[in-house]
């Protein structure tokens, strides 16, 4: 039997400010993500969000509504890696939607998306492509997609 691996449990925040959604993507990548990060142990799901946050931007973070969650697969290097994204509205203090933000980690970078254009981005888990506007449209209606049978 091969040794399984750990299911992630990450925490994302949806940033959206002027019409555009804060994007992260590790540089030399081709896929994206939503800022956010790997929940601890010892913390909840936004405070890992405001904690990631911080790391990665410097910034202080405000998490409001649960938008939904996403089971999520993929290949990496021929390596099956699983995933359960936990997605929340996400403000983020001092944050200007007319200049892309600087990175405290070297090895990624952001960068605002218009919202016109995310159902033909490289968003990744793709689903969210799909289903993140009616997410936010939902009024407080929790929601669930999944990658597992793509």
Same mark, same amino acid.
């Given at each position: 039997?091969?040794?399984?691996?750990?299911?992630? #449990?990450? &925490?994302? !925040?949806?940033?959206?400010?002027? !019409? *555009?959604?804060?994007?992260?993507?590790? *540089?030399?990548?081709?896929?994206?993500?939503? /800022?956010? !990060?790997?929940?601890?142990?010892?913390?909840?799901? +936004?405070?890992?969000?405001?904690?990631?946050? +911080?790391e990665?931007?410097? +910034? +202080?973070?405000?998490?409001?509504?649960?938008? !939904? &969650?996403?089971e999520?697969?993929?290949?990496?290097?021929?390596?099956?890696?699983?995933?359960?994204?936990?997605?929340?509205? #996400? *403000?983020?203090?001092?944050i200007? /939607?007319?200049?892309? /933000?600087c990175?405290?980690?070297?090895?990624?970078?952001?960068?605002?998306? /218009? #919202?016109?254009?995310? &159902?033909?981005?490289? @968003?990744?888990?793709?689903?969210?492509?799909?289903? @993140?506007?009616?997410?936010?449209?939902?009024?407080?209606?929790?929601?669930?997609?999944?990658?597992?049978?793509?």
């Open positions: 039997m091969s040794k399984l691996m750990p299911i992630e #449990l990450i &925490a994302r !925040g949806v940033c959206i400010a002027d !019409g *555009k959604l804060l994007m992260c993507h590790t *540089k030399g990548a081709r896929n994206t993500y939503l /800022p956010g !990060g790997h929940i601890e142990c010892h913390e909840s799901a +936004k405070e890992s969000l405001c904690r990631e946050i +911080k990665e931007l410097g +910034k +202080k973070a405000i998490t409001g509504r649960f938008l !939904g &969650a996403v999520h697969t993929f290949k990496r290097h021929g390596k099956r890696y699983c995933e359960i994204n936990l997605l929340f509205d #996400l *403000k983020i203090k001092g200007d /939607p007319s200049e892309n /933000p990175s405290c980690e070297d090895h990624i970078e952001f960068w605002w998306e /218009p #919202l016109k254009k995310i &159902a033909r981005s490289k @968003l990744e888990p793709s689903v969210l492509r799909k289903v @993140l506007m009616t997410w936010l449209g939902n009024d407080g209606v929790e929601a669930w997609a999944s990658t597992w049978d793509e």
